[in-house]
């Protein structure tokens, strides 16, 4: 019988093995909306952390534009790519986003991109997010939209088994989705906007768009 794994198990398997590296140009032209709903340009001088720097690409845009930056994540092979890419500019370290090794009130702004969709505690990870922001700090997490066109072609294209499809390998890993309602929920007291990004139809992003993204601020 199969191992039965937890969300972070699946995840370090499923990177380790097909790790993300793509470049820098790659990322925004496959992404083109990214680096302004990222704000990677206005955090000059602020400290940042992202939850789950993958390869760290988005991480070194926080460096180039002089973030004391800070990153977690859970994959080794990922954070080696991320410390290659970013060299002294950011320090990383191994860690859960439900369980983040910064003391309270420590940063100025969170950022996440395609993580917390693969975390089965989000309310722990929301709640950590919570504790490290200083008063009026803001967060910015990017999830996959329940009501979007990918998701409708996922599973019209595979069947039974189209949550295998979403990622880079057909290696299990944990995925949620999210609505308006489940993030203002997530983060509830803090106020969030949300907006949504990246659909085939570009007509139809703003209603069902691939990615939902929550900005909000803590109170
Ligand atoms: C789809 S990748 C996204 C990486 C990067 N943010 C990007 O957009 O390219 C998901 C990342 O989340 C990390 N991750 C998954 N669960 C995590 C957890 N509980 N705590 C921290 N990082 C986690 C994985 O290791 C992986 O690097």
Known sequence: MNKVQNAGELAIEHWNKTPLDVSEQERYR??????EAAEFRHHGGDRILEIGCGAGV?????????AKSFAIDLTPA???????????GAQLCRAHGG????GDSTFDYVYSHGVIHHIDQPRRVAGEIMRILRPGGRFNI???????LSRFEYMLHHGRDWRLFVENSRDPVHIDFYTRRSLEELFSPAPVTVEKYHC???????????FIVAKGTKP
């Open 99 to 102: 369980s983040i090794p910064f």
């Open 200 to 210: 085939r139809i570009p007509v139809l992003e703003k209603w069902l768009g691939w």
């Open 30 to 35: 496959f992404y083109p909306w990214l680096y």
């Open 58 to 66: 988005d991480l070194s845009q926080f460096v180039k534009h002089h």
């Open 78 to 88: 990922h954070l080696r790519l991320a410390q290659e890419r970013v060299g002294s």
């Open 142 to 148: 990017m999830v996959y939209a329940w009501w979007s």
